[in-house]
Nanobody, 121 residues
């Protein structure tokens, strides 16, 4: 089992920045961030493996950066140039899989409770 606790959400104006953190109770190779906007399905937006390899969906590529500190079991999501369409609840997810891709995230075994991000225009 892995417990995940997200933090860092809040309200920001368009063009602003936020950094989300996800503290895990133990190391998991595959870590990811997903988000769910009101009335929409949850979507995986960024993934990072234990070696630091990362991937992003098109809508956040170049604006968001996922990183991790394996010594502290923390995964970060640095979000820049935020847009109103980034408004959502952001969830951290983890899995012990040896290999993983963004398409695998919905099936990840462990999920946090989410942190809310609101971007105003």
């Amino acid at each position: 089992q892995v417990q995940l606790v997200e933090s860092g959400g809040g309200s920001v104006q368009a063009g602003g920045s936020l950094r989300l953190s996800c503290t895990a109770s133990k190391f998991a190779n595959c870590m990811a961030w997903s988000r769910q906007a009101p009335g929409k399905e949850r979507e995986a937006i960024a993934l990072i493996n234990g070696g630091g390899g990362d991937s992003y969906v098109h809508s956040v590529k170049g604006r968001f950066t996922i990183s991790r500190d394996n010594a502290k079991n923390i995964v970060y999501l640095e979000m820049n140039d935020l847009k109103p369409e980034d408004t959502a609840t952001y969830y951290c997810a983890a899995d012990f899989a040896r290999l993983c891709w963004t398409s695998d995230v919905p099936g990840f075994a462990f999920w946090g409770q989410g942190t809310r991000v609101t971007v105003s225009s």
